[in-house]
Structures are given as structure tokens and as C-alpha cells.
């Protein structure tokens, strides 16, 4: 597919105009080099997992005379095959590293902002500025099309040399796995809900002097605790639910929500001292595992 260039140019209607409108910014652009790979660099070093890839100054700095390099291409008007088939490798590297399209689109994303922000800069507004941007919006959609176009040989390959039955299971596999995310978020729901309603029961104890002053208002601050973990929970379990990842501290965060709970009740009784002494031998190991955990997150 990457050798039919001219079918490529000719889906996203990219011609002669388009090449022209391009090589006349050429100059202008190219001059900007040096300040798009300083901010290029402050934005992809945003992602949370950039440092996976961009382990040292080495790497970085080979990678920085790479994207250089294929931003000044951008606007040197060789569209040939190529300039694509260096696209398609750029996608093979980014697939064997394991880059996430993700970050792939997102830096695009920030090209197209950056091309446009120096445009209108220059050339500011009408008919002449429109039509370079269309033209410009052509060229990197193309670009993007042909990097990630990698990625979806690699997973059509991956297909490619199952057999039938493996093929199947496959597909019931990711089916399955949807009725699962969708099934703990319906749970969650219910589970949400539940605690809603012990926050009123503790409420109602409270308020109708059923229990203690001081026990009702400790009930309900841990009945309040729970409630927010169930929520943060929830939050990311939509956020994987949609294809993101899942944070494994929220479970932690809940159980010493749950254990907080229990100390805080516990604590006013003299008679559940020992109770006290493993809730706490409880609470830190928790805690513990919530910090290795969660530091380890942050440092990624």
C-alpha cells in the first residue's frame, strides 16, 4: 500500500497547489526550526511516560536531530516515495519501542499548532491564509496516516498467522473483556449507592441521638472517607473503561479508607486497645504499599 503513493496523495486530494502553497512558506518555517524543537521538546516531556523513551541525552539528542530533520523536510516539496517510505519507518520504530499512538497523534496535534501559530503570524488572515493551511493540513494528515499506518500492520500481521479458531477465542477474548469492564462499573455503581446510603444511616443515627455524639460524628466522617474512594474508583474505571490505564493505588486508597473507618470507631472504646494495635499494623502496611505503588507511577 505505501508504494501507491499517487492513490494516497489522490484520497486526501493533495496536488501541484498544495506542493506550491507549501514551498511558499518554505523559508519562513524553516527559519523556525530551533524554536520548534525547543518546544517540541517541552511538550512531549509533558507525557507522563516520555523519559520511558527518552531515557538520556544520547538518545535525546539523536532523537532531536531526527524530528529536526523531518520538519525541514516537511516543506522541501519531495513528496516521492521516499519521503513516505521514511515516514513508514519512522512508524516501524515507533511500533518496536512501544510509543503509544497516543503520543503519536498528540504531537501532531502540536505541529498543526505550532505551523498554523507562524502562519498567522506572517500572513494573518484571508483566502491566501486559509488555503496554506488546507494545504499544510493535507500534507500532515498524509504524514500521520503513513506513521501509523505501522501499527495497524502490526497488529493486522499479528491476526495474519492465527488460525481460525485462535481468531475467534480472539475476538470473544475482547468481547468478554468488555462485558467484564462494563459489569465492575455497574458493581461500582451499586457499591457507590451502598455507601451513599450508610453516610444517611449514620446521618439519621446521629441526628436521633441512636448513638452518641461523638461515635455518630466519627461514623460519618468514615462513611465520608469511603464515599470518596469509591468515587475516585469510579473515575478510574471509566478512564480505563475508555482505554486508559488503571491505577492499582484507588483499591489501596479504599481499603485504608475502610481501615480508617474502623480506628476511628475502634478509638473510642478503651476495652479495643489490642483491635487498635492491628488496625494500625494494617493501616501502615497499606500505606506502604500505597506509597511504592504510587511513587513508582510518578516516577514512570
Known amino acids: 500500500m505505501i508504494e501507491n503513493i499517487e492513490q494516497i496523495k489522490k484520497d486526501y486530494e493533495f496536488d501541484k497547489t498544495d506542493v506550491e502553497r507549501i514551498l511558499s512558506i518554505k523559508d519562513i518555517m524553516q527559519g523556525y526550526a530551533d524554536e520548534f524543537i525547543e518546544r517540541f521538546y517541552r511538550f512531549i516531556f509533558r507525557f507522563p511516560e516520555a523519559s520511558k523513551f527518552l531515557k538520556n541525552e544520547e538518545i535525546i539528542n539523536r532523537h532531536k536531530i531526527k524530528v529536526k530533520e523531518w520538519y525541514l523536510k516537511l516543506f522541501e516539496g519531495n513528496y516521492n516515495l521516499e ?89 470473544i477474548s475482547r468481547k468478554f473483556a468488555d462485558i467484564l469492564d462494563i459489569a465492575v462499573l455497574v458493581a461500582l455503581i451499586i457499591v457507590a449507592l451502598l455507601v451513599f446510603a450508610l453516610f444517611f444511616y449514620d446521618l ?76 494500625s499494623a494494617v493501616i501502615l502496611s497499606l500505606g506502604v504499599v500505597f506509597w511504592l505503588i504510587k511513587n513508582k507511577e510518578n516516577r514512570s
Do not use: C
Request: proline share 1%.
Open 204 to 279: 439519621y443515627k446521629l441526628t436521633f441521638g441512636v448513638v452518641d455524639f461523638e461515635y455518630g460524628i466519627l461514623s460519618l466522617l468514615g462513611a465520608l472517607l469511603i464515599m470518596w474512594a469509591v468515587g475516585e474508583l469510579m473515575s478510574e474505571e471509566i478512564k480505563h473503561f475508555k482505554g486508559g490505564g488503571f491505577a492499582l493505588y484507588v483499591f489501596i486508597g479504599i481499603a485504608l479508607a475502610a481501615m480508617i473507618r474502623k480506628i476511628l470507631i475502634a478509638s473510642l472504646s478503651a476495652e479495643k486497645s489490642v483491635e487498635l494495635l492491628y488496625y
Open 83 to 171: 519521503y513516505f517510505l521514511r515516514l513508514n519507518k519512522i512508524g516501524e520504530v515507533h511500533v518496536n519501542i512501544g510509543l503509544p499512538t497516543h503520543y503519536v497523534n498528540a504531537s501532531f496535534n502540536f505541529v498543526r499548532r505550532f505551523i498554523i501559530e507562524k502562519i498567522n503570524y506572517h500572513i494573518g488572515s484571508g483566502e491566501e491564509r486559509n488555503q496554506i493551511v488546507a494545504s499544510i493540513g493535507k500534507l500532515l494528515d498524509m504524514n500521520l496516516d503513513i506513521i501509523t499506518m505501522a501499527y495497524r500492520e502490526e497488529e493486522l500481521s499479528k491476526l495474519a498467522v492465527m488460525s481460525k479458531f485462535e481468531k475467534s477465542l480472539f475476538y
